[in-house]
């Protein structure tokens, strides 16, 4: 049972500290994370992909009441409430009465940074100010995140990472992927909401590595954040609209499609003079060398 606290826990405080609270060995927290599933995890495995799948074929309209029908036609066994506590924990509500999934949880106890963007969107050159920020889609075998990093020079996406468990981890991977390719070198602002995953130590110290300047909305206000939340809106509404992705891997391949050969490369945007995000830096940097 303290392994499973340290474990559910594990973004809000170290590791070694909550072990010596607890009174157990760090090491054996990491021999138990490293064990085969008992047979109650992989019950509850093939409950949670069960579910995702009945609650899918209804186009998002079953809460757990039915969903627990279908179960028992199929002969898994269990309660109503395991399959409410089942949902819940993955992230799946019935559309009729959730229309949101929240990904932004601003209850932590992590530092927050100062709004250093101000609504400003603009910037006049590449690599001057990054928005990040985290959605959802939806695939058979339950929610799919996906993380992005936008570099407001040109709206081009130039990090991003997707992942069925919405953690630090998964910002993390969409920052170092912008680093990597942008290698930025100063005067770097990376602009977020004020989300645990945006706020955690290890992310914080990412930027901290890489002399980036953190920036994050005011609570509640996804204005702060519009471009990042205007391309998920693209995302959405024209590519992933109507799809139910079999699966996470089929969700992934057909969202790389949409980010790396349609958006960056393809997509015409008004505020760029109807030009690709990849177009649109090439210019800059044809103009950058006839001034040189």
Request: glycine share 6%; net charge positive; proline share 2%.
């Amino acid at each position: 049972m303290k392994y499973a606290w340290i474990k559910k826990h594990k973004r809000l405080f170290p590791t070694v500290i909550m072990s010596r609270v607890l009174k157990v060995s760090t090491s054996g927290y990491y021999d138990s994370i490293k064990r085969d599933p008992c047979s109650g995890q992989i019950r509850r495995r093939t409950i949670a992909q069960a579910a995702a799948h009945s609650y899918f074929e209804s186009w998002r309209i079953y809460g757990h009441r039915k969903v627990h029908e279908d179960l028992l036609e199929e002969g898994i066994i269990c309660c109503k409430e395991t399959v409410r506590r089942i949902m819940r924990r993955i992230g799946l509500y019935s559309r009729i009465k959730h229309k949101f999934i929240a990904t932004t949880d601003s209850n932590h106890t992590f530092k927050i940074a100062k709004n250093l963007l101000g609504r400003d969107f603009t910037s006049k050159a590449p690599n001057h100010k990054w928005a990040a920020d985290i959605t959802y889609i939806p695939t058979k075998m339950g929610w799919l995140y996906l993380a992005v990093v936008m570099d407001l020079f040109s709206r081009r996406i130039v990090g991003w990472s997707m992942s069925d468990t919405i953690d630090s981890k998964l910002v993390q991977s969409a920052m170092k992927m912008a680093i990597l390719h942008r290698r930025p070198v100063t005067d770097l602002i990376h602009h977020s909401d004020r989300g645990v995953q945006y706020a955690s130590e290890g992310f914080q110290e990412l930027l901290d590595d890489n002399n980036v300047v953190c920036s994050m909305s005011r609570k509640g206000n996804c204005w702060d954040n519009a471009c990042a939340e205007s391309f998920f809106g693209s995302l959405k509404n024209e590519w992933v609209k109507g799809k139910i992705y079999e699966t996470f891997e089929d969700g992934e391949k057909d969202i790389f499609k949409y980010v790396e050969v349609f958006y960056n490369r393809k997509r015409r945007h008004a505020s760029l003079g109807y030009v690709s995000p990849v177009v649109y830096e090439e210019m800059h940097e044809m103009k950058q060398e006839r001034a040189a």
